[in-house]
Each structure stands twice: as C-alpha cells, then as structure tokens.
C-alpha cells in the first residue's frame, strides 16, 4: 500500500483483499477490517470492479469506496478510501505466490 509500510499492513495477519461470487468480498490490513459490495465491469479490455464498503477500524464503524484492476500478471492494482479520511493505492499478488 502507498500509505502504509508492510509491518503496519500486517499488524494482525497478512494482510488482504479477496472477492467473492455474487458481487461481495473482503478485506483486512492493520487492524481494519471490511466487507465489500461490487460492481463488476472492463477497463482496456481488462477486469475491473468498483466496490463500497463497510467494516471496522479497532472496533470502531468506517466504511467507504474503492476500485480494483486484475493485471496481466495476475495481480491486482487499485485504490481504497476511507470516508473522510485516509485513501491509498495498493498493489496485491496472488495468494500461494511465495510472497
């Protein structure tokens, strides 16, 4: 993530962002932890999807929105934002990858 170093991002567990059948997903970094709602598109010819969601910060309720490209190596790029507060790009690979 641009904003935060990798010791931060991991603070709790790995962290993570996953998308699931019927427009949901998930995602967990620092102690943050959201639930996402999708909306699946194409971007220059590639996967895209936007997403809102909600979720908690140390058991305090943040939500917001956010977008995601698949990469043709298979990654993820995109950017997640916080409601009034904090954004940040972020880049994933692939679970199971060796990273």
Known sequence: MDNWD???????????????RKGTG?????????WLDC???ERDDRPFVEF???GDDEGD???GRGWAALME???LTGHLFFH???DSGFRATPFGDGR
């Open 6 to 20: 990798q010791d931060a991002i991991e603070l709790v567990g790995p962290g993570f962002i996953e998308f699931g």
């Open 26 to 34: 998930e995602f967990g970094f620092i102690a943050v932890r959201g």
């Open 39 to 41: 909306r699946w598109s």
């Open 52 to 54: 809102s969601w909600e």
């Open 61 to 63: 309720q943040v939500n």
């Open 73 to 75: 190596d298979g990654g």
């Open 84 to 86: 009034l507060g904090d």
